[in-house]
């Protein structure tokens, strides 16, 4: 049964430290910001004309966080970030990579070297080591929270349940200093990650952008030796929501699992590629999921989870997961996976499933009768 391990990652951390100084740091400014993140900003901000600074900023300029995140988590740990080497990386890496740097007009492997010397020069400039030593008792609450969380959701005994075994090393980084309720899921070939922003609090008029707390009982955070900051019952702990955690987490190590799978039913996207003229996506979603492969990736995941909310909440929680994303985005397929994978799961329940890739031409022949009756 895998283990889904809760950790702060130095290199994730700077990244999301940076991106608060570029314009991928503004999603979600409706939100109150963590007490961690105001610190952040605070010991950052004389180094915001910092060149290397100016550097990462035209990266964040035309790419968005999830790239930054993917491209941390190839890289060595401070204060080198060494590149990755030939065979660390990953397809992943290199997609991302060229993506980035084609939106700049760099070449890929400058692009790489400007980048990873930039995290170098920052890191050291910055000395943002010595704020980590100050606030690490909030890292470290931040941290047993989140964990304190997944305790409660048996998440590594579903995942294996529906997938068959789990190979990759799968790790959860709460972050702090990310957009509010914002979720990634890269992966590295041996890792996958699912990092998760902060509960979203209201920012009440007249305060700073600090949440002060409600009915006038105000509570304390500690963000480095004797400095506080004060809020109400530490309205941003991880787990006062622990079905959200649970929940966003399950969503973000799915894409390299379900992505595992595609791998394993190589022609499953190609068959059924028609489907795509036949939906009327509503919402963000067209354009978040430019290609057939990548949306019917994420109808898979959406219809597994929608199997989650079924298994931990019953079957009329499982159909209102399904209907929000009918209803939402057009996504009707949703539903013709959704009984397919309660049907998977209860023949695997008989042994007659390994995991998942084995489904794999079975839900292929589905989805392109499915194709046929859609007209």
């Known amino acids: 049964m895998p283990v889904i391990e809760v950790r702060i990652d130095d290199r994730l951390r700077f990244i999301s430290a940076l991106l608060l100084f570029t314009e991928q740091g503004r999603h979600q400014a409706q939100f109150a910001p963590h007490p961690l993140k105001l610190r952040t900003l605070e010991w950052l ?40 080497v030939a065979e660390r990386q990953s397809d992943l890496w290199r997609t991302t990579l060229e993506s980035v740097a084609g939106a700049i007009s760099h070449p890929p492997d400058l692009c790489a070297q400007r980048f990873q010397e930039s995290l170098a020069d920052l890191y050291n400039d910055t000395s943002v080591f010595a704020l980590w030593r100050e606030t690490a008792p909030a890292w470290e609450a931040v941290r047993e929270q989140a964990g304190r969380a997944l305790a409660q959701a048996g998440l590594e005994e579903w995942l294996e349940r529906f997938f068959g075994p789990v190979e990759l090393k799968l790790i959860c980084v709460p972050m702090p200093t990310d957009p509010a309720s914002f979720g990634f899921g890269p992966s590295n070939g041996a890792e996958a990650y699912a990092i998760m922003g902060p509960n979203c609090v209201a920012r009440p008029a007249g305060t700073a952008g600090l949440w002060l707390g409600s009915g006038g009982k105000p509570a304390e955070i500690l963000v480095g030796p004797g400095q506080t900051m004060t ?36 022609g499953l996207p190609a068959a059924t590629e028609g489907i795509d003229a036949k939906l009327t996506y509503k919402g963000y979603f067209p354009k978040s999921y430019g290609n057939w492969r990548i949306r019917l990736s994420e109808m898979l995941i959406r219809a597994a989870t929608a199997i989650y909310e079924r298994d931990k909440g019953g079957p009329e929680r499982g159909r209102a997961a399904v209907a929000r994303e009918v209803e939402g985005y057009g996504l009707t397929p949703v539903e013709e996976l959704y009984a397919a994978f309660g049907e998977y799961l209860e023949a695997r329940g008989h042994g007659r499933y390994v995991g998942l890739a084995d489904f794999g031409p079975e839900l292929t022949d589905r989805l392109v009768r499915w194709q046929r009756a859609a007209g």
Request: proline share 12%; glycine share 4%.
């Open 45 to 84: 901000a004389p180094h915001a004309a910092h060149p290397a600074m100016r550097f990462i900023r035209s990266m964040a300029a035309k790419s968005f966080i999830s790239n930054f995140h993917t491209l941390a988590i190839h890289l060595g740990e401070p204060p080198d970030f060494a590149l990755p």
């Open 231 to 266: 809020v109400g019952e530490d309205p941003f702990d991880y787990s006062a929501n622990p079905e959200a955690v649970a929940g966003m987490c399950l969503h973000e190590f799915m894409h390299p699992l379900i992505e595992e799978f595609l791998q394993a039913n190589p």
